[in-house]
Each structure stands twice: as C-alpha cells, then as structure tokens.
Nanobody
C-alpha cells in the first residue's frame, strides 16, 4: 500500500524559511513523478513544484527562485525547501505521486499524503 507522510510544516514570520519532507513507501513502480501541492482555505489546490525520475524540476511562477524541490537518491524521500516565505504561501502542503509524467493538475496524481500546515505571518 502506497503511503505518503508529510512533515516539517509550522508557523514562521514573513521572510523566514521552512523545509518540508515527505516519506514515501509501499510502491515499486517507476519511472514516476513526485510533486508538492498546496491548498489554502476556500481556494482550489495549486501546484507548487514537481520532480521526475530523472530529477527534472518544474515550479509554479509564484514560488520560482524561492522554493527548491529535491528527492533522496532512493526516491523514498521528497523535500521542499522554502525560503523568503510570504503570507500568501500559507496553506496546507501535500506531496503527491504518480506513474510516468509530471502533470500540473493535482487531480492527475494517484496518491496524496495528508498534508502539513504552513502558516506565514506578516
């Protein structure tokens, strides 16, 4: 059974940094794509960043140059380093997993974790 467990969220002031982590287990398929999404109250889920089997990365315009997605060599741990955080970055952050390519829509991902809350105060 595929399991994704996020950690590392918290409350920070604007300009601060956080590092999110996602532990992935229970799958053997490859190649695959892993992603970070976020959802603020009352808003639609938003793609943050994706990383594929070859470690090719993509970012949403809103986080490019501030966030960095990476994965451990065994592909069992996903990270999101967030710097220069802004209040508008506040949301529940989810990691997600699917086979093959990295689409931008969260609806196209097969597996998703329970999320970790990030709150940025001004």
């Amino acid at each position: 059974q595929v399991q994704l467990v996020e950690s590392g969220g918290g409350s920070v002031q604007a300009g601060g940094s956080l590092r999110l982590s996602c532990a992935a287990s229970g799958y053997t398929f490859s190649p695959h794509c892993m992603a970070w999404f976020r959802q603020a109250p009352g808003k639609e889920p938003e793609g943050v960043a994706t990383i594929d089997w070859a470690s090719t990365t993509r970012y949403a315009d809103s986080v490019r140059d501030r966030f960095t997605i990476s994965q451990r060599n065994d592909k069992r741990r996903l990270y999101l380093q967030m710097t220069s955080l802004k209040p508008e970055d506040s949301a529940m952050y989810y990691c997600a997993l699917r086979l093959y390519a990295c689409p931008s829509s969260p609806d196209e991902y097969t597996y998703r974790g329970q999320g970790t809350q990030v709150t940025v105060s001004s």
